[in-house]
């Protein structure tokens, strides 16, 4: 089955720095990446969606300068929180998509990240 | 907008049945999916329904109405590693997926 790994798993950062997450589609070509936040015991919320070599669409409410999203080739897209605060940390999951698929996202395993 | 309603939490036994309903409002639908999502981890895939009825896959069946805009997912044989979240996800137009809030279901022995 389509496999979709992140890097790190988890990350504990100062308040003021940057963190970068990656997302990499391990045995298949992802043209379109997403890219979701989970608050504790919250509902997945979509952050942005990623098509290589486009620009990322932002969901309202996100701030597309704070949340750099990259997707640079057909396997890897990352996510860098920049000037990180507090209320940044979050669980934050992407998902892939498939060259040959229309509907079928396949996850990663999610990356806590703690801001102190 | 949309509005992704199912409930909070639930408890069941082992062993028996259990139906987590989801009910929906969408400008448009191109499919409604059930994901369980154990604590810190990814949601993995259960199902997907884009026509009526019921499609049923093991102890796990889901089924959907479109025009009431309801769904249920419907777990047999309830066991202990069934205790999760699971998320009612519906497919708009454009193919991006929009979460329910999930059900925490809790099963008990």
């Known amino acids: 089955g389509a496999v979709v790994s992140q890097h790190p798993s988890w990350v504990i950062c100062k308040s003021g720095t940057s963190v970068k997450i990656e997302c990499r589609s391990l045995d298949f070509q992802a043209t379109t990446m997403f890219w979701y936040r989970q608050f504790p015991k919250q509902s997945l919320m979509l952050m942005a969606t990623?098509?290589?070599?486009?620009?990322?669409?932002?969901e309202q409410g996100v701030e597309k300068d704070k949340f750099l999203i990259n997707h640079a080739s057909l396997t890897l897209s990352t996510l860098t929180v920049t000037s990180a605060h507090p209320e940044d940390s979050s669980f934050y999951i992407c998902s892939a998509r498939g060259v040959d698929s229309t509907y079928e996202q396949y996850f990663g395993p999610g990356t806590r990240l703690t801001v102190t | 907008g949309q509005n992704i309603d199912q409930p909070t939490e639930m408890t069941a036994t082992e062993g028996a049945i259990v139906q987590i309903n989801c009910t929906y409002q969408t400008s448009g639908f191109n499919g409604l999916f059930w994901y369980q999502q154990h604590a810190g981890e990814a949601p993995t895939f259960l199902s997907y329904?884009?026509?009526?009825g019921l499609e049923e896959k093991g102890r796990f069946s889901s089924f959907l109405s479109r025009s009431k805009g309801y769904s249920y997912l419907l777990l047999k044989e309830l066991q202990m590693k069934d205790s999760a979240s699971y998320l009612c996800?519906?497919?708009?137009?454009?193919?991006?997926?929009?979460f329910g809030g999930g059900t925490r279901l809790m099963v008990k022995p």
């Open positions: 329904n884009v026509l009526d």
């Open positions: 990623s098509n290589e070599g486009s620009k990322a669409t932002y």
């Open positions: 996800a519906v497919m708009e137009a454009g193919n991006m997926l929009t």
